[in-house]
């Protein structure tokens, strides 16, 4: 249960923002009135791609003295903090493909977005920090749901009441609490004494 409410609380709040999160604005809007089908897009593309990453930061992990994966794992976590500090942009704008419905266009388009994003490399870390990689990629899927459902639904009215400049700062203050509670070897019911 720890690894499933720590993922998912470290990606909500990573996830405001993000160019994931921008790209569910403009599916949403590319895609007027066909919400469900890009919600079930961003939740398939993200439990394939964030299973994988838990899995990877497992090996990682499972080959790594723990006293090296502690140096890693909050040091990783600190650039986070540094990284979620700066605003994300839609890369590129995603066109639709003729015959590409809007599950299958947000499925393509979201799981590569979130190829080499930092969620996903949060998900490897986390993956390596607990043993329960079903939990991880759980966590970190619902709270990429949490926050890119209410921006496929809502859209702009959401971006307008809800200063997202600004939650840059608390995701990034959340890595880097998370990253020095493990380079600090803090425990404080998070599971991090074993590191």
Same mark, same amino acid.
């Given at each position: 249960?720890?690894?499933?409410?720590?993922?998912? *609380?470290?990606?909500? %709040?990573?996830? %405001?923002?993000?160019?994931?999160?921008?790209?569910?604005?403009?599916? &949403?809007?590319?895609?007027?009135?066909?919400?469900?089908?890009? !919600?079930?897009?961003?939740?398939?593309? +993200? !439990?394939?791609?964030?299973?994988? &990453?838990? @899995?990877?930061?497992?090996?990682?992990?499972?080959?790594?003295?723990?006293?090296?994966?502690?140096?890693?794992?909050?040091?990783?976590?600190?650039?986070?903090?540094?990284?979620?500090? !700066?605003?994300?942009?839609?890369?590129?704008?995603?066109?639709?493909?003729?015959?590409?419905?809007?599950?299958?266009? +947000?499925?393509?388009?979201?799981?590569?977005?979130?190829? *080499?994003?930092?969620?996903?490399? &949060? +998900? %490897?870390?986390?993956?390596?920090? @607990?043993?329960?990689?079903?939990?991880?990629?759980? $966590?970190?899927?619902?709270?990429?749901?949490?926050?890119? !459902?209410?921006?496929?639904? %809502?859209?702009?009215?959401?971006?307008?009441?809800?200063?997202?400049?600004?939650?840059?700062?608390?995701?990034?203050?959340?890595?880097?609490?998370?990253?020095?509670?493990?380079?600090?070897?803090?425990?404080?019911?998070?599971?991090?004494? $074993?590191?």
């Amino acid at each position: 249960m720890e690894a499933l409410l720590t993922s998912f *609380g470290m990606v909500a %709040i990573a996830e %405001i923002g993000d160019k994931t999160q921008l790209l569910s604005f403009v599916l &949403a809007t590319r895609f007027s009135g066909r919400h469900w089908p890009i !919600i079930a897009g961003i939740f398939v593309a +993200t !439990i394939f791609n964030h299973l994988a &990453a838990a @899995y990877v930061g497992d090996w990682v992990a499972s080959h790594v003295s723990p006293d090296v994966m502690r140096w890693v794992l909050g040091g990783a976590f600190l650039a986070f903090a540094a990284w979620a500090l !700066i605003p994300d942009t839609l890369d590129e704008d995603p066109k639709q493909k003729p015959g590409a419905g809007a599950f299958l266009t +947000t499925l393509a388009l979201f799981f590569l977005a979130e190829m *080499g994003d930092k969620t996903q490399l &949060a +998900t %490897i870390a986390l993956g390596a920090q @607990y043993s329960n990689l079903l939990m991880v990629a759980a $966590g970190t899927t619902l709270g990429m749901m949490a926050a890119n !459902i209410p921006a496929v639904l %809502i859209g702009e009215q959401l971006a307008q009441r809800f200063p997202l400049s600004r939650m840059r700062f608390v995701a990034a203050a959340l890595f880097a609490i998370f990253g020095a509670l493990i380079l600090l070897k803090f425990d404080f019911g998070l599971g991090l004494a $074993g590191l």
